[in-house]
């Protein structure tokens, strides 16, 4: 059997009482952890205490034994039970495969539900295959979220803590969010704890201080390495905003905004005259040496095309969910080495 998109998740929450096991897959991990996670409540609902088991691919290898018995044991307490197995593939494949089957042939045989979580897989995926054609097996397909999808997904949470946002508030905030559903949960999390006690809508104003107050000073450390041509400082400090969770969207409109910067100054140089106090934002005293350093290594036209690395960049961060880490981070290598190899070739 097979859901994808919104079907799986609405099977997730409200789950068929005859599909004993469940495989959910697709690109985005947090918002396979997520279903995962709502298919899980909805199994335990009805019952008053759950046991969760984990078991792991390697332990599966080791020993497959340990499945079976996982499915097949009953609780001492009479808990309702769940097993949950991450897999990267079909390395396991063949023994859940073999319990599916079990299962299809008699689909009271197991005490247990099973949960199975992966990443994408594709039609060729042998696991994959199996479960879209049992009776009483599921394969749920997750696609990326999309910009509706994170803003409904912020006022539900929100809601659920009880915090109030203006709608404008609202927009610009899921905007910027990133489109994987862990960094996003991350995101949301934080402006909850933020709300609560708050007395009062979170604002614009709020959503503004907020993004500045945790990212300029990192986005700043990390354009600069950038475009200077430091790629070791770069990815150290792109892997320090990943892990605070600023999403690779507004990276990359960070460097959106120096880059048209940049491309006012040379066209102010041109004209003569202080430069870096009629930038906006402005470049001052003590920061206009690194930042004319930087200008010599980008000339207008290489900075043009910068412009439309970063837009090509965003388009795919936008639309590639998962993706959008590595892409941005081979940009900021490639960036990197390239200002590197300039100031190279410019030096006496």
Request: with cysteine.
């Given at each position: 059997m ?49 046991e ?75 696991l ?128 959106q ?16 005259g ?36 970063i837009?090509a960049?965003?388009?795919v ?32």
């Amino acid at each position: 059997m097979k859901f994808t998109g919104a079907k799986a998740e609405a099977f997730c929450s409200k789950p068929d009482r005859k599909i004993w096991a469940c495989l959910l897959f697709g690109s985005d991990g947090g918002l396979v952890l997520d279903q995962a996670n709502s298919l899980c409540a909805s199994h335990a609902a009805n019952h008053s205490e759950t046991e969760t088991i984990g078991l792991s691919e390697d332990d599966i290898r080791r020993d497959p034994s340990l499945l079976f018995d996982a499915l097949e044991a009953v609780s001492l307490l009479g808990f309702n039970r769940i097993i949950r197995i991450q897999t990267t593939g079909d390395k396991i494949a063949k023994y859940l495969l073999e319990a599916i089957a079990l299962g299809e042939e008699n689909p009271e045989r197991f005490a247990a539900k099973l949960i199975i979580t992966a990443g994408p897989l594709t039609k060729r995926s042998k696991l994959r295959a199996g479960i879209e054609m049992a009776k009483h097996a599921a394969a749920l397909q997750f696609f990326d979220d999309e910009a509706a999808d994170i803003l409904a997904l912020t006022k539900t949470r929100l809601q659920a803590d009880q915090v109030d946002i203006e709608e404008d508030a609202l927009a610009l905030f899921s905007t910027d969010l990133p489109g994987h559903r862990g960094l996003a949960n991350s995101e949301i999390e934080k402006l909850a704890l933020f709300g609560i006690g708050l007395n009062r809508p979170i604002s614009t104003a709020d959503i503004r201080a907020l993004t500045t107050a945790q990212g300029d000073q990192g986005l700043y450390q990390l354009i600069s390495a950038t475009l200077s041509g430091d790629t070791s400082s770069a990815l150290t400090m792109l892997d320090k905003l990943s892990n605070i969770g600023t999403s690779p969207i507004s990276i990359l409109r960070a460097f959106q905004r120096e880059a048209m910067r940049m491309l006012n100054a040379h066209g102010l140089a041109a004209s003569g005259g202080e430069v870096g106090m009629k930038l906006r934002p402005p470049v001052f005293k003590q920061a206009w040496p690194a930042f004319r350093t930087q200008l010599a290594l980008w000339s207008p036209k290489r900075i043009a095309r910068l412009i439309e690395r970063i837009y090509a960049a965003e388009e795919v961060a936008r639309t590639a969910g998962g993706l959008a880490a590595p892409v941005l981070r081979k940009l900021i290598a490639e960036l990197a080495n390239a200002a590197a190899k300039s100031r190279i070739s410019s030096s006496p």
